[in-house]
């Protein structure tokens, strides 16, 4: 592929990583199209009448929506080359608070929005034997011990499961899948139109309380990761010969993506002669 002229696709363009990543990609040339729920935000986040710029509304939970974004994108540009599957939202609230519609809303945009994406992308990279398709997960898809993050965390751990196998999937059609698992950067990801609460919350959950005062007024706006190098990376990525199926971004994601390998060996190697002595006895003849 000629990297002065990729076509990119685009979802939940309309501000945070994703139209920090389509500000930049323009300025460099590349073709875009874009998708978000409202596409007047998206004109006037990005600008209009712009030639290399392809701005959809798109519902991401409706098949159908989906497939008309991706048929335009190649009506326009001629070709698909990158997929960046960034839509989606955050759900802070326990287990046992959050309500099955409000768990379900979570899945049906962080993960099938994305599945939706993936069908109807696939096709074209299969056939031309090319292509780069990147899922946006969340350190939280590594990392889980956020309490109050439970059922977000879990549709970041689908994305990052049906990143590994569609990359195994992918690579014999010459396709390329990266999921990237960011650490906290500083976007609009943690205001109140990005980030859901229980409707019915139980008091006694202190821990659930803390952490969600903690995202909302401490955390957000003094986030360490500026998401104008997150993108910057994410291009350069994209350029690389043997991009990572994994890419883990930022300090604060390395420092608990090693927490958590350390833990997971410390568990291993305590109860490794228990947990190993599961086989069949052999019988001797």
Sequence with gaps: MDKQQKVWYITGASKGLGLSLVKQLLTAGHKVAATSRNIDDLKKAVGEDLPNFLPLAVNLKEE??????VDATVAKFGKLDIVVNNAGY??????EELSDKESRENFEVNVFGTLNVIRMAM???RAQQSGHIFNIASIGGFYGDFPGFGIYCATKFAVVGLSESLAAEAKEFGV????VQPGYFRTSFLTSGSLGVPENPIAAYASVRASQNAHQEGINGNQLGDPEKAVAVLIKVADAENPPVHLFLGQDAYDLA????LTVQQDMDA???LATSTAFEQVNA
């Design 64 to 69: 159908t929506s989906v497939k008309a974004s």
């Design 90 to 95: 955050g759900l802070v609230g326990s287990l």
């Design 123 to 125: 096709p074209h990279l």
């Design 176 to 179: 390329k899948v990266t999921v």
């Design 258 to 261: 090693d927490q958590k390998i």
């Design 271 to 273: 109860w490794e002669s």
